[in-house]
């Protein structure tokens, strides 16, 4: 099981936006700083699995990212926000499927959310797992779904693998490694 939390801020100038994020931070997490990313990385208590406001740390920074995930429930929490406004909020949990979706679509979510690959294989499963009757609608609503590239709140399509979500997010964003522990 894995369980954590953090947050990722942009920093512009390291000798003067470290020491302000570290203030800003105080003692409600573990600030680190790899010196190579563009973005900080503060660890946070991943008790609560709430969407996060980051409005004052964009505000301060101009960006800040949140995640949190859960792998046994495969809970993810996503939260991007520039310049005091929420960009983007997304929350996924495993058979509930997308429970909050806010603001519109990042470059990220297309390549790793409604690949080729994920819609065959649910497609695959589709013929396994439902009626012939039912067949031909739940294909239609999938290949719909995936020709807009969309998430819906409400939906469970697409699925998600919290490890690979995260890592889209990394490698979009260029986000440092989450120290571990």
């Known amino acids: 099981m894995s369980t954590w939390a953090a947050r990722y801020v942009r920093l512009q100038d390291r000798t003067t936006d470290l020491p302000k994020l570290r203030k800003a931070v105080g003692t409600g997490g573990m600030l680190v700083d790899d010196g190579k990313a563009p973005f900080a990385v503060v660890l946070i208590d991943a008790r609560r699995f709430e969407p996060e406001d980051l409005t004052a740390l964009s505000t301060e920074f101009g960006e800040a990212l949140a995640i949190a995930v859960e792998t046994i429930a495969d809970v993810v929490i996503y939260d991007h926000f520039v310049a005091g406004k929420r960009v983007r909020g997304l929350s996924y949990a495993g058979e509930a499927g997308w ?57 469970v399509h697409p699925p998600v693998d919290p490890a690979a979500l995260v890592r889209a997010i990394e490698k979009h964003f260029k986000l440092p490694a989450r120290p571990k522990g």
């Open 99 to 155: 429970s909050r979706v806010v603001g519109d679509a990042e470059a990220w979510e297309t390549p790793a959310l409604f690949s080729a690959a994920k819609l065959e294989e649910l497609l695959l499963e589709l013929e396994e797992d439902i009626t012939e009757d039912a067949l031909a609608q739940e294909k239609a609503d999938l290949e719909k779904l995936w020709s807009t590239g969309r998430l819906v709140e409400g939906h």
